[in-house]
């Protein structure tokens, strides 16, 4: 179960976006995520008229490393850490370490 999923709310808290907020995008296996709106880089693109893609330079999110982000916690208005739990119907759920609430519902 990872520390992060595809939907959540991060800060960044490490970087040149630091403390800056998104929505998750994508989450890559090796520990990376990709952040709607963060660490926007500029990439030049070849055209391909077989696949209609014109060339030029385009902006586009780059992947962030996880340790870099923080799910963000509405109740404190910070990034927070997350932890695990089972709940009663053995449902592992996870939870913000500052204050027990549970981030999946």
């Given at each position: 179960?990872?520390?992060?999923?595809?939907?959540?709310?991060?800060?960044?808290?490490?970087?040149?976006?630091?403390?800056?907020?998104?929505?998750?995008?994508?989450?890559?296996?090796?520990?990376?995520?990709?952040?709607?709106?963060?660490?926007?880089?500029?990439?030049?693109?070849?055209?391909?008229?077989?696949a209609g893609v014109t060339g030029g330079i385009v902006e586009q999110e780059m992947s962030l490393d996880a340790s870099n982000v923080?799910?963000?916690?509405?109740?404190?208005?910070?990034?927070?850490?997350?932890?695990?739990?089972?709940?009663?119907?053995?449902?592992?759920?996870?939870?913000?370490?500052?204050?027990?609430?549970?981030?999946?519902?």
């Amino acid at each position: 179960m990872n520390r992060l999923r595809t939907g959540d709310d991060v800060i960044v808290i490490a970087g040149k976006d630091k403390g800056r907020r998104g929505t998750v995008l994508k989450v890559i296996g090796d520990g990376r995520v990709v952040v709607e709106g963060i660490n926007i880089v500029k990439k030049h693109m070849k055209p391909n008229p077989n696949a209609g893609v014109t060339g030029g330079i385009v902006e586009q999110e780059m992947s962030l490393d996880a340790s870099n982000v923080m799910i963000f916690n509405p109740a404190s208005n910070k990034g927070d850490r997350v932890g695990y739990k089972i709940l009663e119907d053995n449902k592992k759920v996870r939870y913000f370490k500052s204050n027990g609430e549970v981030v999946d519902v």
